[in-house]
């Protein structure tokens, strides 16, 4: 159980568009529809943006956006924004009823 | 108020055990699958141990496997982790994290503040 592959910075400009990749296997992301992203701001708890790959949960916002693409998924967020500022991790399924996490990426608003 | 309150962490010997306690409140707690997920200081996000709403189905991470014990009382609306055999490297805030679904949609959408468990003689 390897930890899914993210990069460990992005940064933008406020009102630009990043976009944060995640890459498994055929073990986690390849063979379920089941990968969910957080978000971290520092000294809290992790808050989820997307799951079930593309959906977002009731109050997050639209600017936020994602997509699965056979071992990868990808977090999209348009608009970047000063409070977008923290760390995104995605997630998927991993088969026999385990989960794993990505190394995380910090993203930074210029 | 929809909330996760977790219990029990602190100071252990390496090598000895503890118990951590999450409780629910404001959903219909058997409704929906529960996990574990540490966080050591200043590093990413683990999962730990998931269960779901009937206690049917359970999974542990390769890393705790044979030492972590993952159960639930949905009287109590309690979620539990027996953590034996403990190592410096299990020393992380653990937080107890509610599923989407009750038997695993592994998306996290509900978490408590978590409880620190440091390990250390």
């Known amino acids: 159980q390897s930890a899914l592959t993210q990069p460990a910075s992005v940064s933008g400009s406020p009102g630009q568009s990043i976009t944060i990749s995640c890459t498994g296997t055929k073990s986690d992301i390849g063979s379920y529809n089941l990968v969910s992203w957080y978000q971290q701001h520092p000294d809290k708890t992790p808050k989820l943006i997307i799951y079930?790959?593309?959906k977002r949960p009731s109050g997050i916002s639209p600017r936020f956006s994602a997509s699965n693409s056979g071992t990868a998924a990808s977090l999209t967020i348009s608009g970047l924004q000063a409070e977008d500022e923290a760390d995104y991790y995605c997630s998927s399924y991993s088969g026999r009823n385990t989960a794993i996490f990505g190394t995380g990426t910090k993203v930074t608003v210029l | 108020e929809v909330q996760l309150v977790e219990s029990g962490g602190g100071l252990v010997q390496p090598g000895r055990s503890v118990r951590l306690s999450c409780s629910g409140s404001g959903f219909t707690f058997e409704n929906f699958a529960m996990h574990w997920v540490r966080q050591a200081p200043g590093k990413g996000l683990e999962w730990v141990s998931g269960i779901s709403g009937s206690s049917a189905t359970i999974g542990y991470a390769d890393s705790v496997r044979d030492r972590f014990t993952i159960s639930r009382d949905n009287a109590r609306n309690s979620l539990f982790l027996q953590m034996d055999n403990l190592r410096p490297d299990d020393m992380a805030f653990y937080y107890c994290?509610?599923?989407?679904?009750?038997?695993?949609?592994?998306?996290?959408?509900?978490w408590g503040q978590g409880t620190l468990v440091t390990v250390s003689s």
């Open positions: 994290a509610k599923d989407r679904g009750p038997f695993g949609d592994y998306a996290f959408d509900l």
């Open positions: 079930e790959g593309t």
